[in-house]
């Protein structure tokens, strides 16, 4: 099994199968990406959130269904719109990451990547007219 190591105290754990897991058992409870005050506020209002309508679409919640707490987009980690069916609200998150990468804005953990332009030598056959275009297919030399 491969040891990992705790984000929130630095310890060293055992990974077992599954997803490399990012916090030791005793953190992984309480942790994660919400952490154990937004689990707390989810589990205290909970009950309240059936019947009344979603934050995204409208559409009344109905128990059975999985819902979120949703957070306000581009609030911080303590700022919520309120209840969200769980399809609308990561439908929605989804969206907004898909946004970002058209718009050429990235996400705040996605890796910034940058185009390099790259053009052949002028002794090549081309001439030196090829050049990578971003996005385009490109060959390292001419036939």
């Not at 630095?10 to 599954?18: D, E």
């Not at 309240?48 to 995204?56: D, F, I, L, S, V």
């Not at 306000?72 to 990561?90: E, I, Q, V």
């Not at 052949?120 to 990578?132: F, I, K, L």
Request: one cysteine or more; aromatic letters at 6%; hydrophobic letters at 30%.
């Amino acid at each position: 099994m491969p040891v990992r190591y705790c984000e929130a105290c630095g310890r060293s754990f055992a990974q077992g199968r599954g997803r490399p897991a990012r916090w030791c058992p005793e953190h992984r409870e309480g942790g994660g990406k919400y952490g154990g005050g937004h689990r707390k506020l989810a589990a205290a209002t909970k009950d309240q959130a059936w019947g009344t309508p979603c934050t995204r679409c409208g559409r009344e919640l109905v128990p059975g269904q999985e819902i979120h707490l949703d957070h306000l987009d581009g609030g911080g980690p303590a700022d919520y719109r309120g209840w969200a069916h769980a399809h609308c609200n990561t439908s929605a998150g989804a969206a907004k990451g898909n946004r970002q990468r058209v718009n050429g804005t990235p996400a705040a953990n996605a890796p910034a990547v940058t185009a390099v332009a790259i053009r052949h030598p002028a002794d090549c056959r081309c001439g030196g007219s090829a050049a990578r275009q971003p996005g385009r297919f490109w060959t390292s030399r001419c036939w």
